[in-house]
């Protein structure tokens, strides 16, 4: 990104939002607010805005998830229009309530896509889309979000698909996913700031009463919660005594295998199996989101912080903050502290 990115361009950039029966009715028009609200104030300060078309493969009308009918222009159509000479900027991907329904019906809508993403500047996803995306070979080979309740079905059906179940938004090169329904707002206010940067997006982000949430380093929910819909409260105590205890540096297997009442060679294995992630890993997580939580609402220093939440001190934790959110805790600081 430039310094001054609202000089990039002198002409309006075409947002290509895709619709079929079922599609997500907040998937959709939540983005397309933000690219609506960019676009006034882009044109208040004499700048091209967004040309935004909802589009389908017939074209006609669309029947939302919700029951809303939504008028759309046929791609076909679209590809003839004085709109799309100057090629397409974004294709936008909702998501759909009944995504694997939707997929069984959307062969043309995939083969368009998969084109598509290969002359448009980028390509988006906003919740189940994704799996529109994976189905097209977008995604192959690539991390991406979804709605945390889709995660392990993204995971089965897309095995080379990387799913990281905490992000609000991942970007992968020209690929862009996010998490479920209103964290497309969130995407959508990181791609206006890519394009227009940080004061249009601001101002977008005031308008619609919404927080700019820059990095897409939040996570959709806390690690607890994730925890107990995973394995089904196997280790519900162990998870509250770690979020206790989180000041200890030494939550070692061996520890929390004491804690858990077995043995660790046992205990390693089988909490992998019903979570997902190594005890290691989780550990690393908790204390990566209550430093988070510090980090927004506190006053506290940085090394306060490292220290209180088991990291020992500030490079450690600044390692785990960069290995995992790409940003340092300073930063995270600076982004999100209220």
């Keep these: 990104m430039t310094q001054n990115p609202e000089i990039e361009t002198a002409t309006p950039r075409l947002v290509v939002f895709l619709a079929y029966d079922g599609v997500g009715l907040l998937d959709l028009t939540g983005p397309q607010t933000v690219f609506w609200a960019a676009s006034r104030t882009l044109e208040e300060r ?47 991907v909702p998501g759909a309530p009944a995504i694997e329904e939707a997929l069984a019906r959307s062969a043309a809508l995939v083969e368009w896509l998969r084109g598509a993403a290969t002359r448009a500047r980028r390509t988006v996803s906003v919740c189940s889309g994704t799996f529109l995306l994976a189905q097209a070979g977008l995604l192959d080979g690539k991390r991406a979000a979804t709605h945390w309740a889709m995660c392990d079905r993204l995971t089965a059906r897309f095995p080379s698909v990387e799913v990281d179940r905490d992000a609000i938004f991942v970007r992968q090169d020209a690929v862009w996913t996010s998490a479920g329904v209103s964290a497309g707002i969130d995407l959508a206010l990181a791609l206006v700031e890519s394009d227009c940067g940080r004061n249009v997006a601001m101002q977008v982000a005031r308008e619609l009463v919404v927080f ?127």
């Excluded at 805005?49 to 009308?61: D, K, L, N």
């Excluded at 939302?64 to 936008?92: F, H, K, M, P, Q």
């Excluded at 540096?249 to 061996?254: A, I, N, Q, R, W």
């Excluded at 205990?267 to 980090?295: D, H, Q």
């Design 46 to 92: 004499g700048l091209p805005g967004y040309v935004r078309e909802t589009a389908s493969i017939a074209g006609g009308t669309v029947r939302t998830a919700e029951g809303l009918s939504l008028e759309t222009v046929s791609l076909a159509v679209l590809a003839g229009s004085d709109a799309a000479r100057g090629g397409i900027d974004t294709v936008v």
């Design 212 to 338: 700019l949430k820059r990095p897409g380093g939040q996570s959709q929910f806390s690690e607890l919660l994730q925890s107990q819909s995973r394995d089904g409260h196997a280790f519900d105590a162990l998870h509250l005594w770690i979020n206790d205890n989180l000041g200890r540096e030494d939550l070692s297997v061996m520890v929390l295998a004491e804690q858990a009442r077995m043995s660790p060679r046992n205990f390693a294995r089988v909490y992998k199996l019903k979570t997902g992630r190594t005890p290691a890993k989780t550990v690393e997580i908790m204390r990566l989101e209550a430093a988070r939580r510090l980090l927004e609402d506190s006053s506290r220093n940085i090394d306060q912080i490292a220290r209180q939440c088991g990291f020992g001190d500030e490079e450690r934790m600044r390692v785990t903050f960069q290995r995992n959110l790409s940003v340092s805790p300073r930063d995270y600081r600076k982004r999100f502290s209220a």
